[in-house]
């Protein structure tokens, strides 16, 4: 069990980097950066604080690199950020009222809350509940192509994952999409949908699956070169703030 431990160290201080510290049962340091960005500090029981220091310091040049990139892929949700709807980037307008709202026009995504602590909640709220009519509508219309070889309507489940755009669960007729499909051009979630069905009839990976695949989504890795061109797997999403997805299931 490791216990929280409250130490400045001036060296992250000085390059405002966020950081916890925390004596751990291991036996050696341990760095890496959390889902929120902040840098988590393990050490021995007994360490001396030098040595801790030491070893930070010796390794600056790796934390201030991965600040950086953990810091890039972080949602902002301030004024002129840029949220990503079905493919399309957004600039962020925050207006403060008594409604609560949110809005896309043009290029400009409007968000009206409250306070500023609101805003956002309010764009994760919203892309929910934009997923249940997307998701659903999208769904009905991929049964009705493979409609002869699918024995019944599946449940939809919408959430947040960190691994896997979506993932079928046959024995219980159920398929499970990640919110965080929102953000992507329509073609890739029909792909996503697609793919989690065709596990109803194949129930693995194989040859037999992806050729089944590809008499539905005959494009499949045109889709995949396409959207890995414009680097839509690294469009970022704040579930909770984590954004470390593997999306190896649909390569």
């Known amino acids: ?3 929280k431990i409250e130490l400045k160290i ?3 201080e000085k390059n405002k980097i966020a950081y916890q510290v925390k ?5 050696r340091f341990r760095l890496y950066f959390n889902s929120l960005g902040i840098l988590m500090i393990s050490y021995p029981i007994g360490t ?5 220091i030491e ?9 201030i690199k991965k600040a950086v990139a953990a810091s890039s892929k972080m949602i902002t949700y301030n004024n002129d950020s840029q949220q990503y709807v079905l493919g399309h980037p957004y600039q962020l307008k925050i207006n403060i009222s008594k409604t609560n709202r949110i809005d896309l026009i043009d290029n400009l995504m409007l968000v009206s809350v409250n306070k500023m602590e609101q805003v956002r909640m309010k ?5 929910y509940e934009q997923a249940e009519i997307i998701f659903q509508e999208m769904l009905y ?3 009705l192509k493979m409609e002869i070889e699918l024995q019944k309507y599946p449940k939809l489940i919408i959430k947040s994952s960190k691994s896997k755009w979506g993932c079928c669960y046959f024995n219980e007729n159920k398929i499970m999409l990640n919110v965080a499909l929102t953000q992507v051009p329509p073609m890739l979630i029909e792909y996503v949908i697609c793919h989690e069905l065709t596990h109803f009839i194949v129930h693995n990976h194989s040859k037999e699956f992806h050729l089944k695949l590809s008499t539905y989504i005959p494009n499949e890795k045109n889709i995949i070169d ?8 690294d469009y970022n999403y704040d579930n909770k703030a984590d954004n470390n997805y593997d999306y190896n299931d649909y390569n």
Do not use: G, H, P
Request: glycine share 0%; net charge positive.
């Open 1 to 3: 069990m490791k216990r």
């Open 10 to 12: 001036d060296i992250l």
């Open 23 to 27: 004596i751990s049962k291991a036996k």
């Open 48 to 52: 001396k604080y030098s040595s801790l």
């Open 55 to 63: 070893f930070i310091e010796n390794n600056i040049e790796w934390v």
């Open 123 to 127: 764009i994760i709220e919203w892309r």
């Open 141 to 143: 219309q991929c049964f």
């Open 226 to 233: 396409e959207t890995s061109k414009d680097n839509l797997y």
